[in-house]
């Protein structure tokens, strides 16, 4: 539980003042928000928040929004004014139910005392089955100083609610038999996989289809990447043969992903002669963006334990040759020499963590890095914020995660614009010794908007280089931190060990090449064959 | 073409909101919507009009369903139903066209529901097409206000 009190949540932090719950007092409500949805994406369980109402509030509202998009679920609790102050423009009331309605699973204002118990039990209920997401309670304080006659009513009365079932077993067979008469088959995977606790399902079915797998950003972790059947990442920075093996495969079995615009390029020359069958626990997902021939609504878990049964084995050496050869022709690469690549920094944390080592990123080009240079062999440890791209996410998440993982390596790769979105939280990880290792990949600018002005409009760089950075690591000895600075390729490995070794939260400011840029890169609105391949 | 969504959903403050919401966020497009409750107090029945192909019908469908408070969510359009609007409309009927305006409302099977000097207030129900045709005959004679309620439906049981 991540929070901070405020006049009209006083009732509740006074019942913790006694209470065998912990709470961790963040910063900022919004690291709060982050920090409960690391905790959540860590553990699989629900992560709780909680703010006062106005600002408290609002300031949760980016972290719900985060949660939503990434199907995180995340139960956020919101002080109100007096039930009776409601609408009269109170001091600091703001209309928490208006405004995350449309980034919340659910939300719920109580009214009554007699509602209280039953609706934080729907709360968990809802942010935790079907599709996750963030449930947000408003409580006016009215409501929760009122004391309760008799025993509470938990009784979950939801009509609208009824999380999808097992997968309808015709649509199952129909998709074993698309995928049994496949030449060229690819496996587009998500993070429903991760959310469903797919993976060794995905991996029973990936070998019995002998099928290369790719992954979106937020699948990274589903399927091991040392894997000769892992293609990585797919879509606008994927991996050249990944975006090869989608484009000419003949059959696209999609696992809850949603053929977002960041993975598919331009939709109408998204492989049009592909057969595509799409498992997904959310019904809307399937033909929003790309039309689909087999839909399964279901449980990733289930559905897939099903389909295995009937796959039936089948020579595809001539396409998985045909993949090995674009992999030694495309191979992911840089050029290093010069300058720290921030690439080389995060080859080299991947080599000292371990499979259970968890990766926090924040948004933009050390998101991007990471999701290429880092490989991720176990599900749960990639934490990022997809969908929204939430810079200053990584930190808060990462303290979430520690929590959820106390025994875990636990490292938020940053860069120097994302980290101080959220910097204030070094306090919070100084408070509770929360030993997360930061790993600033410092260009002194907001790299990924650079980028594309370098790119796709001549290099006119509008307000997003950094000319004056604070000195992260006095700005991290500030807050009782230790701070380390990296400016040689060759201290890097050396630096991390002892950054590792140290019990406490570290920030590394890794120096980086600032003309460093993403490739393979696919420019928004073209198709995935249309790719910038870079320097190198 | 044309949709006529029927959404039962709870019956409490803020599903208004939800689903007016969720249109104007996805950008589809809504002609009518008009609720009311149902035989059962805690659930109110929407019915939405709106436009679209198949491809955004199936989404409205769908990310309607996807609404907690949503109980329940048909297309009625392309199966056997009863759809009607309800207008009242204000209309100058001075004593000397009055005769020929009580003609026509006659053929519509209107009802003169006020009257004053100068105007008439009639309510008219039916399908659309109906309503439109009475509002086209009465302009001559002037329109000074309409109400009109969006369209209701239920579907027929098949016999």
């Not at chain 1, 942010?127 to 006659?149: E, F, H, N, Q, Y």
């Not at chain 1, 429903?192 to 993976?199: D, K, L, R, T, Y």
């Not at chain 2, 209107?110 to 439109?132: A, F, M, N, R």
Request: hydrophobic share 40%; net charge neutral.
């Amino acid at each position: 539980m991540f929070g901070i009190p405020g006049g009209v949540v006083i009732p509740i932090f006074d019942a913790l003042y006694d209470a065998p719950l912990k709470l961790i007092l963040t910063r900022h409500e919004q690291a709060a928000a982050h920090a409960a949805d690391g905790y959540a994406r860590a553990s699989g369980r629900a992560g709780v928040c909680i703010a006062t109402s106005g600002p408290g509030a609002t300031n949760l509202t980016t972290g719900i929004a985060t949660a939503n998009f990434d199907s995180s679920p995340v139960v956020a609790i919101t002080g109100q004014v007096k039930t009776a102050l409601i609408g009269n423009d109170a001091f600091q009331e703001a209309d928490t139910i208006g405004i995350t309605r449309s980034i919340s699973k659910y939300n719920c204002l109580v009214r009554r005392v007699e509602d209280l118990a039953r609706t934080i039990k729907e709360a968990f209920y809802v942010a935790t089955t079907g599709r996750p997401g963030p449930v947000v309670i408003d409580l006016p304080v009215d409501v929760s100083l009122a004391m309760l006659d008799g025993e509470p009513d938990k009784t979950i009365m939801l009509r609208g609610y009824k999380p999808p079932g097992e997968g309808n077993p015709k649509q199952i067979r129909l998709a074993a038999d698309v995928i049994n008469a496949a030449a060229r088959p690819v496996l587009y995977v998500g993070g429903g996989v991760i959310i469903s606790g797919a993976s060794q399902e995905l991996y029973q079915l990936a070998k019995a289809m002998t099928a290369p797998v790719t992954t979106t950003l937020m699948g990274l972790g589903a399927f091991p990447q040392d894997d000769p059947l892992s293609l990585g990442m797919l879509g606008m920075h994927g991996t050249v043969y990944a975006n090869r093996a989608i484009m000419q495969a003949d059959t696209i079995v999609a696992i809850g992903a949603r053929f977002d615009d960041r993975v598919t390029g331009r939709t109408d020359r998204f492989n049009p002669s592909a057969k595509i069958v799409h498992i997904d626990i959310d019904p809307s997902s399937i033909s929003k963006n790309i039309k689909v021939h087999v839909p399964i609504v279901g449980d990733a878990k289930q559905v897939l334990s099903e389909l295995i049964k009937h796959i039936q084995p089948t020579d595809r050496s001539a396409w998985l040759k045909q993949v090995e050869d674009w992999k030694k022709r495309y191979p992911l690469k840089y050029k290093d020499h010069g300058k720290l690549k921030p690439q080389y920094v995060i080859q080299q944390i991947s080599a000292v963590s371990t499979d259970d080592t968890i990766i926090c990123t924040e948004v933009g080009q050390n998101q991007m890095w990471t999701a290429l240079w880092y490989t991720f062999k176990k599900p749960r440890t990639l934490i990022s914020s997809g969908g929204l791209g939430t810079m200053g996410f990584g930190l808060p998440a990462a303290m979430g995660a520690q929590l959820a993982r106390p025994g875990a390596l636990v490292l938020d790769i940053a860069g120097d614009g994302s980290i101080q979105m959220n910097i204030q939280e070094l306090a919070t990880v100084a408070t509770y010794n929360i030993p997360v290792k930061v790993a600033i990949l410092n260009n002194s600018c907001l790299g990924m908007v650079r980028q594309w002005q370098e790119l796709f409009w001549n290099k006119r760089y509008s307000h997003t280089i950094f000319n004056h950075n604070p000195d992260f690591v006095k700005l991290a000895e500030a807050y009782g931190v230790k701070g380390m600075r990296i400016t040689e390729r060759d201290q890097v490995r050396d630096a991390l060990e002892e950054a590792i070794r140290h019990p406490g939260p570290v920030i590394m400011d890794f120096r980086v090449d600032p003309a460093e840029n993403v490739f393979p890169m696919v420019p928004a609105g073209k198709s995935l064959d249309e790719v910038m391949e870079g320097l190198a | 073409m044309k949709h006529i969504i029927c959404a039962i959903v709870e019956n409490r403050p803020g599903v208004l909101a939800l689903v007016s919401g969720l249109f104007s966020a996805r950008g589809f497009n809504i002609d009518s919507l008009a609720v009311g409750e149902t035989e059962d107090p805690e659930l109110s029945r929407m019915t939405i009009v709106a436009e679209g192909d198949e491809f955004v019908l199936d989404q409205i469908t769908k990310q309607l369903r996807k609404l907690i408070p949503v109980v329940k969510v048909q297309d009625i359009s392309s199966r056997d139903h009863v759809e009607r609007d309800l207008m009242l409309i204000k209309v100058a009927a001075p004593a000397d066209k009055r005769g020929e305006v009580l003609d026509v409302i006659q053929v519509f099977q209107g009802k003169v529901v006020d009257i004053s000097q100068e105007d008439l207030i009639v309510e008219v129900s039916g399908p659309e097409g109906k309503v439109e045709a009475f509002i086209r005959l009465m302009r001559p004679y002037g329109i000074k206000e309409v109400a009109r309620t969006g369209r209701i439906a239920l579907l027929r049981t098949p016999k």
